[in-house]
């Protein structure tokens, strides 16, 4: 089975993934993966996603996703139920005694992959409290863990094999993995430092999820499911897809030193299309599923900036009627150099406004309207009104 959790191991992603293999399912596969992905992943591969909020597997009030595996599976072995086990949290993770066995073994792990800043303050606080002739793991996530006879490292899985820890040998482990994070924290500082076409490569490891319809398409007046379907998997799909494979291609661009500027500036140049697309798309459709209705803040707001509502409305619709026929988009935006909302024509994904906050994005691509409409682009400019979520709008604002 497939099992997904965040990427960057601490406490928690440590110690879940040891219970799920111990006492759960002994050939298990975890998978680390961006925070904005685990839902993804298990949604496309069907993996069970634990450690992150929304989930069945995670956080529950002052418990841990480790006691919610307990709570699940009903475990009840000595290993995972002792008393002076510590709170996985590592937000109280300084209020254990257990706190300088934990945190070495954090020190140990976190290098292996990309340590959050957030991370360090937590870390050093953490490991300066430390005293070396102390430093002791009681937690039952070490206990009888687990040394790392093989252990296999790519950006994205972590499989390790497991044999039985005595207290000596958890000592030395404990060492051990602090002397090596920290050699391997000051060797990725020297790579990075000598290497940039590797730190941009890395940097392009990055790959987007698309975000799912916040609304359920069969309940949009006027825009029919079909088309609401097509727009979300072709053309935001698409884009995703292409921002994805244009990212990998950068990497490999970026770690050539032969390759010719004009063709890494066509990438960079492509890149920029697909990020505003992807951007855009998610703009307009989190701003759909509402009942059309402005609030009455929202409503002042603009006023303040056009007149009047009315007035910011014709203006907008005469915008996007100017589009018909042709292709683009209209933006509602703030504009925080100005402090003002302004009303702008986009002839593509990449004519952005500078300075500028979007608030509310119309998609003029006939894509998203040719399936129910034709070229009565009138007509999608109305039904797009009547369903706008003026809440979300007013997030952004
Ligand atoms: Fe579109």
Redesign the pocket.
């Known amino acids: 089975m497939l099992w997904v959790i965040r990427e960057r191991p601490k406490i928690d992603r440590i110690a879940c993934p040891w219970l799920i293999r111990r006492f759960i399912e002994s050939d298990a596969v975890i998978r680390y993966v961006a925070p904005d992905q685990v839902l993804f992943v298990a949604q496309q591969d069907g993996a069970i996603p634990f450690d992150i909020p929304g989930v069945e597997l995670t956080h529950r009030g002052p418990l841990c996703s480790f006691d919610a595996f307990l709570d699940k599976y009903d475990l009840d072995d000595p290993a995972c139920t002792r008393g002076d086990r510590p709170r996985c949290d590592t937000d109280t993770l300084q209020d254990s005694a257990q706190a300088p066995g934990c945190s070495r073994s954090h020190w140990g792990f976190a290098p292996t992959s990309v340590m959050t800043r957030s991370c360090w303050p937590r870390a050093w606080w953490s490991t300066t409290r430390c005293s070396p002739g102390v430093a002791r793991c009681g937690t039952s996530a070490m206990d009888g863990i687990s040394r790392s006879r093989s252990k296999t490292i790519s950006a994205f899985t972590i499989k390790y094999e497991e044999r039985a820890m005595n207290d000596d040998s958890r000592r030395d482990f404990l060492k051990t993995s602090a002397a090596v994070g920290m050699a391997l924290a000051a060797g990725a500082s020297a790579a990075a430092a000598e290497a940039p076409a590797t730190a941009l490569r890395l940097a392009y490891g990055y790959q987007h999820a698309p975000v799912p319809l916040p609304f359920d398409a069969k309940n949009l007046k006027g825009l029919s499911e079909k088309l609401i379907q097509s727009?979300w998997e072709n053309?935001?799909g698409g884009a995703v897809r292409a921002l994805n494979t244009l990212r990998g291609r950068l990497a490999a661009a970026a770690a050539d030193a032969n390759t010719p500027p004009f063709v890494y500036t066509g990438l960079k140049r492509e890149q920029l299309l697909r990020t505003g697309?992807v951007v855009l798309?998610e703009l307009?459709f989190a701003g759909l599923g509402g009942n059309g209705q402005a609030g009455s803040a929202m409503r002042s707001r603009i006023a303040a900036s056009f007149g009047s509502y009315d007035a910011w409305e014709v203006e907008f619709r005469k915008i996007a009627q100017g589009l018909a026929g042709g292709s683009g988009w209209v933006m509602l935006g703030y504009n925080e150099a100005l402090g003002i909302l302004e009303n702008h024509w986009m002839a593509d994904h990449a004519t952005a406004p500078a300075h500028t906050r979007p608030l509310l994005v119309l998609?003029m691509?006939e894509?998203?309207f040719h399936m129910d409409y034709g070229a009565a682009a009138a007509r999608y400019i109305d039904a797009w009104f009547a369903n706008l979520n003026w809440e979300t709008v007013a997030a952004r604002a």
């Open positions: 727009h053309n935001y697309s798309h307009y998609d691509y894509h998203a």
